[in-house]
Nanobody, 126 residues
Framework: QVQLVESGGGLVQAGGSLRLSCAASGRTFSSSALGWFRQAPGKERELVAALSWSGTSTHYADSVKGRFTISRDNAKNAVYLQMNSLKPEDTAVYSC???????????????????WGQGTQVTVSS
């Protein structure tokens, strides 16, 4: 059974940092596209950051560029999201996702992801 489990969420003041982790089990994701999505109350889910299957290409939402960094550790079958300079508008449930896709920029499309975690809450206070 494939599982993605997020950790590292919590409450932080504006300007602070958090590092989210996503541990995968049940299969190896070293050749998978990996992404972090978020959903705030009353809003649609949005892609925050994504990493191509090769690890050579990344995508960031405009709202987080320069503040968030996605990375992977294939040896640990894990993906991370370093979040700096957090803002109250970053408050949301953050979920990691993995998908087997190699088409051009497939990693920016939610439909490319086959496996999803349950999510971890990030709350940024002003």
């Amino acid at each position: 059974q494939v599982q993605l489990v997020e950790s590292g969420g919590g409450l932080v003041q504006a300007g602070g940092s958090l590092r989210l982790s996503c541990a995968a089990s049940g299969r190896t994701f070293s050749s998978s596209a990996l992404g972090w999505f978020r959903q705030a109350p009353g809003k649609e889910r949005e892609l925050v950051a994504a990493l191509s299957w090769s690890g050579t290409s990344t995508h960031y939402a405009d709202s987080v560029k320069g503040r968030f960094t996605i990375s992977r550790d294939n040896a640990k079958n894990a993906v991370y999201l370093q979040m700096n300079s957090l803002k109250p508008e970053d408050t949301a449930v953050y979920s990691c996702a993995a998908g087997v896709c190699s088409a051009y920029r497939c990693y920016v499309r939610a439909g490319s992801y086959d496996y999803w975690g349950q999510g971890t809450q990030v709350t940024v206070s002003s």
